[in-house]
């Protein structure tokens, strides 16, 4: 089966940091995607991790450990445009298929 | 160079009533699937199609239905809607590399 889990909020400050958490447990693993979504709009590529470890994107970072079944999104220097629903997804290559957790959505505050 | 597209943006019927929603891929991709994104939750896989044949398939009934074009253009058939067919529907359109997944904006589906 697909398990994916992410906190359904999280409120963080102007400026600030905030780590947005992600462990799954799926059948069959071949990356995992972070999406952001705006409400009422489509979700948007931040960023892609196959292998273990961070991978930073200037303000954005994302960490992945296969052996734990965990990631995270890191979001440095807090934008009030970046309050938004952060989406993890699980790529399988069989299929091809993205299989998503519920979204956190993130508010940032002035 | 245009983006994924989807028509219509947005979509109003009845309970029954049948849909058809539409996705063009990013130029060079031959790849598309399908999600649905109910109101507050992740996007939910339907269908992936690539190179006119479908590859894979998610839970959903028989009424959820799709095909993609020679020109890799597809489409996304739902027969005698309910209520809880209402939903933003995305299309995702995919390049030969893992990471190459965008998605299109969506047509937001309203069932009454």
């Known amino acids: 089966g697909q398990n994916i889990d992410q906190p359904t909020e999280m409120t963080a400050t102007e400026g600030a940091i905030v780590q947005i958490n992600c462990t799954y447990q799926?059948?069959?693993?071949?990356?995992l995607f972070w999406y952001q979504q705006h409400a009422g709009e489509a979700p948007t590529f931040l960023s892609y991790?196959?292998?273990?470890g961070l991978e930073e994107k200037g303000r954005f970072s994302s960490f992945l450990s296969r052996s734990k079944g965990y990631s995270y999104l890191l979001l440095k220097e807090l934008q009030m445009k970046d309050s938004a629903s952060y989406l993890c997804?699980?790529?399988?290559?069989?299929?091809?298929?993205?299989?998503f957790g519920g979204g956190t959505r993130v508010l940032v505050k002035p | 160079d245009a983006g994924v597209t989807q028509s219509p943006t947005h979509l109003i019927k009845t309970r029954g009533q049948h849909v058809t929603l539409r996705c063009s891929p990013i130029?060079?991709?031959?790849?598309v699937s399908w999600y649905q994104q109910v109101l507050g939750q992740g996007p939910q896989f339907i269908f992936q199609y690539y190179e006119k044949e479908e590859r894979g398939r998610g839970n959903f009934p028989d009424r959820f239905s799709a095909r993609q074009f020679p020109n890799y253009s597809s489409e996304l058939n739902v027969n005698a809607l309910l209520l809880g067919d209402s939903a933003l529907y995305l299309c995702a359109s995919e390049g030969l590399a893992d990471n190459e997944q965008f998605f299109g904006p969506g047509t937001r589906l309203t069932v009454l």
């Open positions: 991790n196959v292998l273990d």
């Open positions: 997804a699980v790529y399988k290559a069989a299929g091809n298929k993205l299989t």
């Open positions: 130029s060079g991709h031959k790849s």
């Open positions: 799926t059948s069959g693993f071949n990356g």
